[in-house]
Nanobody
Framework: QVQLVESGGGLVQPGGSLRLSCAAS????????MGWYRQAPGKQRELVAVFTSGGRTNYADSVKGRFTISRDNAKNTVYLQMNSLKPEDTSVYYCNTNAVALATPWSRDYWGQGTQVTVSS
């Protein structure tokens, strides 16, 4: 119904930058929200940054001022620019969307496969 393909993860030194991309495809009728989550070993999955309805953005306190979410609505793509990366940012980052697909009369969450981000010297 909806597929999310992520890219851009990798290894970066502390203080470095990385840019993640997530492209949504499939029989999408509408998107209510789209953004990024992350989950590190021993920690709960947490919201990193998200676009909600109306184009509002929400950020986790831990990434405010360092991460920036952006989007290309025509391509159903969101990006996450990550600057001033810290070792504690090391995690698997997941793209998420709440959307209505053609075969489903209600909205639901869809998840990408995840991309590993490792911040280490």
């Amino acid at each position: 119904q909806v597929q999310l393909v992520e890219s851009g993860g990798g290894l970066v030194q502390p203080g470095g930058s990385l840019r993640l991309s997530c492209a949504a495809s499939g029989s999408i009728l509408s998107i209510n929200a789209m953004g990024w989550y992350r989950q590190a070993p021993g920690k709960q999955r947490e919201l990193v940054a998200v676009f909600t309805s109306g184009g509002r953005t929400n950020y986790a306190d831990s990434v405010k001022g360092r991460f920036t979410i952006s989007r290309d609505n025509a391509k159903n793509t969101v990006y996450l620019q990550m600057n001033s990366l810290k070792p504690e940012d090391t995690s698997v980052y997941y793209c998420n969307t709440n959307a209505v697909a053609l075969a489903t009369p209600w909205s639901r969450d869809y998840w990408g496969q995840g991309t590993q981000v490792t911040v280490s010297s």
